[in-house]
């Protein structure tokens, strides 16, 4: 999932990349800080991915475990606060031991990567939901930045719409440029599922299978924006 490049518009057209990010096998015995069940390591790989030193991340949750692995790749961490004239970014005083040349905020007041989770509150996500985030979200980043956004809630229901459909549109009218679609796995896959085993007629319903007549969600899903399109991107629109 490399930061994109500008290329040439006349490159051939590529289908927009999916990353995939594995839960690992293995736990520390110590609890350990996380970005809605993302790993701290895939949260830093992603923040290394999509910025370079120096960088201003913005985190809307303003979780400790986006402020610590961003100030550890000497990143700059910043918070959202809303004033008089609407939201603006404030950036986040480094650590004295961590107060480098290289970790020096270009000046302004907008984000390099903004990390998001839709939807906030209530459980569902509308159209006119997503459409509001994005317009607040847009004028925060830089050109050429990012937006990720975690899906944070279940799918839905038969017969609607998908909240990924839902956010990509609403980014697309938003301005933003749809760049890369991350599922991320939150937990260790078994060797052998017995979900994707076959199910007899006079077998049981141990819920092994189905919660609530869905399976089980086990991945969440992470979708990646820019505010510039590289050549080859542009060619695919």
Same mark, same amino acid.
């Given at each position: 999932?490399?930061?994109?490049?500008?290329?040439?518009?006349?490159? +051939?057209?590529?289908? $927009?990349?999916?990353?995939?990010?594995l839960a690992r096998t293995r736990f520390?015995?110590?609890?350990? !800080?996380?970005?809605?069940?993302?790993?701290?390591s895939h949260l830093a790989y992603l923040i290394r991915r999509y910025t370079?030193?120096?960088?201003?991340?913005l985190?809307?949750?303003?979780?400790?475990?986006?402020?610590?692995?961003?100030?550890?790749?000497?990143?700059?961490?910043?918070r959202l606060f809303t004033g008089r004239h609407g939201p603006h970014v404030r950036l986040l005083p480094p650590a004295p031991e961590r107060r480098t040349r290289h970790a020096l905020p270009r000046p302004g007041s907008r984000a390099d990567l903004i990390l998001a989770t839709l939807p906030k509150g209530?459980?569902?996500?509308? +159209?006119?939901?997503? $459409?509001t985030a994005m317009s607040t979200w847009r004028p925060l980043l830089r050109p050429g930045g990012f937006? !990720?956004?975690?899906?944070?809630?279940?799918?839905?229901?038969?017969?609607?719409?998908s909240h990924r459909a839902t956010v990509i549109a609403a980014a697309r009218a938003g301005g933003l440029f749809y760049h890369q679609h991350i599922p991320a796995v939150l937990v260790p896959l078994p060797e052998h599922e017995p979900r994707t085993a076959p199910e007899h007629a006079d077998e049981a319903n141990d819920g092994r299978r189905l919660l609530a007549g869905r399976h089980?969600?086990?991945f969440r899903d992470l979708i990646v924006f820019g505010t510039t399109a590289t050549g080859e991107e542009n060619a695919c629109a």
């Open positions: 999932m490399p930061k994109p490049s500008s290329t040439a518009p006349g490159d +051939r057209p590529q289908p $927009a990349p999916v990353g995939l990010l520390p015995r110590t609890p350990r !800080l996380d970005w809605h069940g993302l790993s701290p370079h030193v120096g960088d201003v991340v985190d809307l949750d303003a979780l400790p475990a986006a402020i610590a692995a961003t100030a550890y790749l000497n990143r700059v961490p910043a209530a459980p569902g996500l509308t +159209r006119d939901e997503a $459409a937006l !990720l956004v975690g899906l944070t809630t279940a799918p839905p229901q038969p017969g609607e719409f089980v969600p086990t």
